[in-house]
């Protein structure tokens, strides 16, 4: 069975920083693109950050550039998500999901999910 666990979520102040892990199960993730999701409550699910195959991520939306590193160990079969200076806007379930490229915007498998709380 395929499958993503997300794990590293938890309450963090404002200011302060998170490491999300994006760990594979069934398969390798040497041949994929993963990207990472935000949902808040009330709010729609949002993609804001991918790294292809080859090791090259973006973050997408202008609201977690320069605070938001994503990387990839393909020997852990895991993607990282470094989230420094938050804030409590990125209060969200987080989501890892793992497709083809980064470029179309279609996943094939999803993780169940991280809570990130940030507040004081």
């Known amino acids: 069975q395929l499958q993503l666990v997300e794990s590293g979520g938890g309450l963090v102040q404002p200011g302060g920083s998170l490491r999300l892990s994006c760990a594979a199960s069934g398969f390798t993730l040497d041949y994929y693109a993963i990207a990472w999701f935000r949902q808040a409550p009330g709010k729609e699910r949002e993609e804001f950050s991918c790294?292809?195959?080859?090791?090259?991520?973006?973050n997408w939306a202008d609201s977690v550039k320069g605070r938001f590193t994503v990387s990839r160990d393909n020997a852990q079969n895991t993607v990282y998500l470094q989230m420094n200076s938050l804030k409590p806007e990125d209060t969200a379930v987080y989501y890892c999901?793992?497709?083809?490229?980064?470029?179309?915007?279609?996943?094939?498998?999803w993780g169940q999910g991280t809570q990130v709380t940030v507040s004081s």
């Open positions: 790294i292809n195959s080859a090791g090259y991520g973006r």
């Open positions: 999901a793992a497709g083809g490229s980064c470029r179309f915007g279609k996943y094939d498998v």
